[in-house]
């Protein structure tokens, strides 16, 4: 939520995950799966009190 990653560095994480931080999930998810994902964390907002 509110990341400055930018959406290249989201999608590669996604895909390829992290050397002993995260695991790749190119597997499970195509680019299309990956470009809905983005849109999603792209949508989440803080919640507002
Ligand atoms: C078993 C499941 C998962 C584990 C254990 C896991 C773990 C992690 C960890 C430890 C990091 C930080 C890596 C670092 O040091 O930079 C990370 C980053 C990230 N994860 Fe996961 N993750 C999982 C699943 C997912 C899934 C399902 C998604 C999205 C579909 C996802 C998206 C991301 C993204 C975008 C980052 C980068 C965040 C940033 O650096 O700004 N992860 N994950």
């Known amino acids: 939520m509110n990341t400055a990653r930018t959406d ?3 999608r590669n994480r996604i895909k ?3 050397q002993g931080g995260m695991p790749a999930f190119a ?3 195509n680019d299309a ?3 809905r994902i983005i849109a ?3 949508a989440l907002k ?3 009190d």
Do not use: A, L, S, T
């Open 46 to 48: 803080p919640q507002e």
């Open 16 to 18: 390829n995950g992290k």
């Open 8 to 10: 290249d560095f989201i």
């Open 27 to 29: 597997v499970m998810f």
């Open 40 to 42: 999603y964390i792209r």
């Open 33 to 35: 799966d990956i470009d």
